[in-house]
């Protein structure tokens, strides 16, 4: 028994924008399922009439069972009233590869030597204008797949291509060595340089990429450049980092000299005594070293003038004066001329030495200063 009515849907693969149901010419109240993602149209006798969302719908045709067969016996038992359906597939369709066919020639913006390079990537692809799709680019054909889109986008991909890659680079100055850190922001113009077109067939073009770029490499020219390119980068980078390395260096040495500030202020204060002792110790031992060390005797300089000095600097400045006093007690065999006005002159300035440097009192430079007054007299 002949079905009264047909029930027409799609429910294929995803790599493909339009499919003609093969089911046509049917009855009248046959049943219409269009899913989600997906539009249908409804041709009667040529002419694209319905285009149907999402749903089920009852199609109503002039091909009416029973009485259709009679009439179809004038056309040779084919029914004059010729309709069928198309389906559009309204998902976005990802990983279309696309690659230019060919170089590009062009001048390198950067250098300005003539390269030539290719490019490739992958892009995605929606059905936006059902209607326009199917009347522009498929026609009465039964299929439109991924394949056979880029096919007929292919010649046109590669004009278009090749053209917006070699104004783009020029345009915004993208050096060929700079390219791969560039990728994203020349994805993004290419697009929207080739939405306008895609969109003049019902297409939109939601993402575009290029993923690779083919360069010259082995061209005696281009290594030539590249070479140039990073040298530069590389002595730029191994000065700052020559700088840097002096930077450390130079703070290194300011922490071992707090450091050793620090230690030596520490020596002092376990041993019990200041810098400025350590300053007068210093130019006690002048004093000692000096070669009328044995004018002390005459000075009547004794033990007692260190005991100013506490700790250990006082015993090493009064060991240095009792040294100093034994040996102008040796000395003592050796007459001095009383009367010789340079000698009281380098003993009243090594007697100021002594009280500037804090080994003597005021009072004892004057008592000092008078004995040398009375030797003399």
């Given amino acids: 028994m002949a079905n009264i009515a047909s029930i027409i849907k799609y429910e294929g693969d ?5 499919w003609k149901h093969p089911c046509e010419d049917f009855n009248s109240l046959t049943q219409l399922i269009v899913h989600e993602s997906q539009e249908a149209i409804f041709f009667m006798n040529g002419q694209a009439l319905d285009l149907f969302g999402p749903g089920r719908y009852t199609l109503e ?5 029973l009485i259709g067969k009679a009439l179809n016996r004038a056309t040779g038992d084919k029914t004059p009233f010729h309709c069928e359906v198309y389906f559009i597939n309204k998902t976005e369709q990802m990983s279309i590869k696309w690659g230019t066919d060919s170089r590009v020639q062009y001048i390198e913006p950067s250098y300005g030597f003539p390269i030539s390079i290719g490019a490739s990537g992958e892009m995605s692809l929606r059905a936006e204008n059902s209607r326009k799709l199917l009347l522009k680019l498929v026609g009465t054909e039964s299929l439109l ?17 090749k053209t917006y890659i070699a104004q783009i680079m020029k345009a915004n100055a993208i050096s060929i060595f700079e390219i791969d850190e560039n990728l994203t922001t020349f994805s993004e113009n290419i697009q929207k340089l080739l939405i306008p077109d895609f969109a003049d067939y019902g297409l939109s073009l939601e993402r575009f990429f290029v993923t690779t ?14 070479e140039l390119h990073f040298r530069q980068y ?3 980078a ?10 450390i260096n130079a703070e290194t040495e300011a922490q071992k000299t707090v450091i050793d500030s620090k230690a030596q202020a520490t020596k002092r204060q376990q041993e019990g005594y200041t810098y400025a002792q350590e300053r007068g110790f210093d130019v006690a031992q002048d004093v000692a070293k000096n070669e009328a060390v044995g004018q002390f005797t005459n000075m009547g300089v004794g033990l007692g003038t260190m005991a100013g000095v506490g700790g250990a600097v006082g015993g090493v400045v009064g060991s240095a004066v ?24 380098t003993k009243v300035e090594k007697l100021a030495v002594m009280k500037n440097a804090g080994l003597i009192t ?3 430079f004057n008592n000092f200063k008078t004995a040398l007054l009375n030797s003399i007299l």
Avoid: C, W
């Avoid at 995803?14 to 339009?18: A, D, E, G, K």
């Avoid at 045709?61 to 069972?65: C, E, F, K, S, V």
């Fill in 14 to 18: 995803n790599s493909t924008f339009i």
């Fill in 61 to 65: 045709t002039q091909n009416i069972p």
């Fill in 145 to 161: 797949s991924q394949q056979k889109l880029v096919g007929f986008f292919r010649a046109f991909l590669m004009t278009r291509v």
């Fill in 213 to 226: 770029v083919v360069k010259p490499d082995g061209e005696r020219q281009y290594e030539k450049f590249k």
């Fill in 234 to 236: 590389a002595d730029i």
């Fill in 238 to 247: 191994e000065a700052k980092l020559r700088q840097q390395t002096e930077i």
């Fill in 322 to 345: 009792s040294n100093a006093v034994n040996a102008a007690n040796i000395s003592e065999q050796t007459p001095q001329p009383a009367d010789d006005m340079d000698a009281f002159k």
């Fill in 362 to 364: 005021e009072e004892e």
